[in-house]
């Protein structure tokens, strides 16, 4: 996508303007060109409680959301003088998230990627190497072929900071005309190690599958590896 830094820059100096500043006589001002070719604008916003202060980049993303979604292909942030302004590093997080590694901040003596201005960036993939996808376990997707109902999914989650395991009892079959009710028969407890919540599964289903921390499958159960399954589990010694 071809981006017009002149156009963006005007963007951003028009809503800097309106900036509200009464404690720092800052203002900042940014435009953003989504991936589906609109312009949206953010400016900073200042609060008696200074900690409450909204940075411009702030209001670029809920305007993203409020006119649409989408993702930031390229932003210009400007000072009261017009010139080129990095984000700070709370706002460089917030656009990492809304932008990923490739969307461009508008710099001298050229724009910078976010994985310059952000390197080895934390995000979401980093929370569900942990805790499973957001909004709890989910069976993954690919295992839909030969999911019955009973089978119990194994998994590692964190307490306290340190690694524990527990398991749940997947309801439905996960054909998607099965007509079935979806959801968990019956979570586990927390285990100390993997076995501990095979063992737990092993009392209700012959089928166990193990997820490991980055989302590898392995199959506990019994009888040969189901389709979607690449290996069998191994107990730790």
């Known amino acids: 996508m071809e981006i017009d830094w002149a156009a963006l820059r005007a963007a951003a100096i028009e809503v800097m303007r309106r900036a509200y500043v009464p404690a720092s006589d800052f203002p900042v001002g940014v435009a953003g060109l989504v991936d589906d070719g609109r312009v949206i604008v953010g400016c900073n916003v200042e609060n ?8 411009a980049e702030c209001g670029l993303v809920s305007a993203l959301h409020a006119s649409g979604g989408g993702k930031l292909v390229a932003m210009s942030c400007v000072d009261a003088t017009g010139a080129p302004l990095m984000p ?6 917030l656009l990492w998230e809304h932008g990923g590694p490739d969307m461009l901040v508008e710099a001298l003596p050229r724009p910078l990627r976010m994985d310059e201005l952000l390197p080895h960036a934390f995000g979401w993939v980093d929370m569900e190497k942990v805790t499973g996808p957001a909004g709890g376990p989910e069976v993954p997707a690919e295992l839909a072929k030969w999911r019955g109902r009973g089978t119990v999914f194994v998994h590692p989650d964190l307490s306290g900071g340190a690694t524990i395991w527990t398991g749940y009892w997947e309801r ?3 054909a998607p005309d099965a007509g079935e009710d979806k959801g968990i028969l019956e979570e586990g407890p927390n285990f100390p190690t993997a076995s501990a919540a095979v063992a737990w599964g092993l009392v209700r289903t012959p089928r166990i599958v193990v997820v490991d921390a980055e989302g590898g499958l392995s199959w506990a159960g019994e009888g040969e590896l189901p389709e979607g399954i690449p290996q069998r589990w191994k107990e730790e010694s």
């Open 172 to 174: 439905s079959s996960g």
């Open 88 to 93: 700070c590093g709370r706002c460089r997080q």
């Open 48 to 55: 008696a409680s200074l900690g409450m202060t909204l940075c």
